[in-house]
């Protein structure tokens, strides 16, 4: 049974979608985007906790989420999901208006 790790983000390249996480037991774990737990985003110097995995270059971080002890982030990551829902609104809006102009067609060609 694999412990939960604690580190502190060394290195992520939000465009490459991978860095590095530097364990508190000083080893350096390697992290991709896939490995990250739904919703978090992770930035330098964001103490994290993680699942341990052996990887085909070395052993890897999955699991990845955010310490709960971390508040120097924890504003902006509270604020992520709220501005995930409005987009969800305006996508809904959007839709909305599609049907609109969908039945006003309909309603020209009878």
Excluded: C, W
């Amino acid at each position: 049974m694999e412990d939960i790790m604690k580190g502190k983000v060394k290195f992520f390249n939000v465009s490459k979608r991978f860095g590095f996480i530097a364990g508190d037991d000083g080893k350096e774990y390697f992290v991709h985007q896939m490995g990250l737990k739904e919703g978090v985003r992770i930035n330098e110097d964001d103490t994290v906790v993680f699942d341990t995995e052996d990887g085909d270059r070395g052993p890897k971080a999955v699991n990845v989420a955010l310490d709960d002890g971390s508040s120097s982030d924890s504003g902006a990551d509270e604020a992520a999901p709220a501005e995930s829902e409005d987009e969800a609104g305006s996508e809904e809006e959007a839709e909305s208006e599609d049907s609109a102009d969908e039945s006003e067609e309909e309603s020209k060609d009878e």
